[in-house]
Nanobody, 121 residues
Framework: QVQLVESGGGLVQPGGSLTLSCAISGSISRLNVMAWYRQAPGKERELVAHMTSGGITNYADSVKGRFTVSSDNAKKTVYLQMNSLKPEDTAVYYC???????????????WGKGTLVTVSS
């Protein structure tokens, strides 16, 4: 059973930094894309950043230059380094992966349960 587990959320002051982690548990044969989404209260879920298996990254305009996505393939973990945080970054952050589990013949999209990031003084 493949699962994604996020960690690292919390309360931070404006201008501060946080690093989120997303660990994949279970056996996988191929990982295509890992991504971070966020959902603020009363708003739709939006894509924050994603990274392909080839290392290509893409960011939402609102976080470019402040957030960095990276991965440790050996640990099957993806990170989101968030700097210069703003109150509008407050949201539940979700990890998403498009991968093929070892017991499967097709790719599926998996989601973590989310971790809350609150930016407030």
């Amino acid at each position: 059973q493949v699962q994604l587990v996020e960690s690292g959320g919390g309360l931070v002051q404006p201008g501060g930094s946080l690093t989120l982690s997303c660990a994949i548990s279970g056996s996988i044969s191929r990982l295509n894309v890992m991504a971070w989404y966020r959902q603020a209260p009363g708003k739709e879920r939006e894509l924050v950043a994603h990274m392909t298996s080839g290392g290509i990254t893409n960011y939402a305009d609102s976080v470019k230059g402040r957030f960095t996505v990276s991965s440790d393939n050996a640990k099957k973990t993806v990170y989101l380094q968030m700097n210069s945080l703003k109150p509008e970054d407050t949201a539940v952050y979700y990890c998403n992966a498009i991968l093929r589990a070892s017991y499967s013949t097709y790719f599926q999209s998996y989601w973590g349960k989310g971790t809350l990031v609150t930016v407030s003084s």
